[in-house]
């Protein structure tokens, strides 16, 4: 019964985010969790004692410690953000970098990415601002368009705004503004101080250091709690994605560079 239950919570959950927010795709992640759980219930209550449900149970036990220990770096991270984002009101960096996240509907500004605009205004200090966020298959216009209207209504001068239209990751939102801030002459290897959502911020620290960012200061905006658990899950998937990326790079690179050499030693003879 405890799969069940814990099935039945999680789908409880979708639902009250369904109905107060409307649809978000990231809520799908979440309710395959839920219909897993439920399934796993049945089938415990259906073939008590099979060894097949056992090893299912034992999957279902690993991935959930999986989750709460990467929960542990992404709750670490979320608290290093917002403790930058507090102490950035007393500094004033070369450049500020907001990146986007999806667009409601595909088109509108979402609540998410309201607070990175809002943290944006907040700690800004006369400094360009970079608006990070191109189109994905999901959304009707760029996201760094939509961001730029939402500046420019709020009262921040249009002149401040630096537009980047093409990304449709965290990787290439830092470095297609990189690219930006180069062509607009500003160092990267001075501090620049990069905004996002707090459960993205440890992420985006890795990845800004890999990008060639020397100083950069990452900070979290608030995340509504409502939502906050959907997001989390998300990220901890995110970052299993991608450490299971970096070991087939490692693996390939090895194997690519033993490939090369006994290419060359075949060219030799």
Avoid at 35 to 41: D, H, M, T, V, Y
Wanted: glycine share 8%; net charge positive; charged share 20%.
């Amino acid at each position: 019964m405890f799969w069940i239950w814990v099935g039945g919570l999680i789908l409880l959950y979708c639902l009250t985010v369904r109905v107060r927010l409307g649809k978000l795709r990231s809520l799908r992640i979440v309710i395959a969790g839920g219909i897993g759980s439920l399934l796993l219930g049945g089938l415990i209550l259906c073939f008590p004692g099979q060894l097949f449900v056992w090893i299912l149970q034992l999957i279902a036990l690993i991935l959930i410690t999986f989750l709460l220990a990467t929960e542990v770096s992404v709750l670490s991270g979320a608290y290093k953000g917002r403790a930058a984002a507090d102490a950035s009101l007393s500094t004033a960096p070369c450049a500020t970098i907001v990146l986007g996240c999806g667009l409601k509907s595909g088109k509108r500004i979402s609540t998410t990415l309201t607070e990175r605009l809002l943290l944006a205004k907040k700690v800004n200090a006369g400094e360009p601002i970079v608006l990070s966020g191109g189109r994905t298959p999901h959304e009707y216009t760029e996201e760094a368009c939509v961001m730029a209207e939402w500046m420019k209504a709020d009262g921040v001068p249009e002149h401040l705004l630096l537009l980047e239209a093409r990304s449709r990751n965290t990787a290439e939102n830092l470095l297609f503004s990189m690219e930006l801030l180069q062509k607009a002459g500003i160092d990267c290897s001075r501090p620049i101080r990069i905004i996002t959502s707090d459960f993205h911020c440890g992420r985006v620290e890795k990845l800004a250091h890999e990008c060639g960012y020397k100083n950069a200061v990452v900070c979290g905006s608030k995340t509504m709690p409502l939502i906050a658990p959907v997001y989390h899950v998300r990220e901890c998937l995110s970052i299993f994605k991608r450490e299971l990326y970096r070991l087939k790079k490692n693996r390939q690179t090895p194997e690519k560079e033993t490939e090369r050499k006994e290419n060359g030693h075949d060219a030799g003879q």
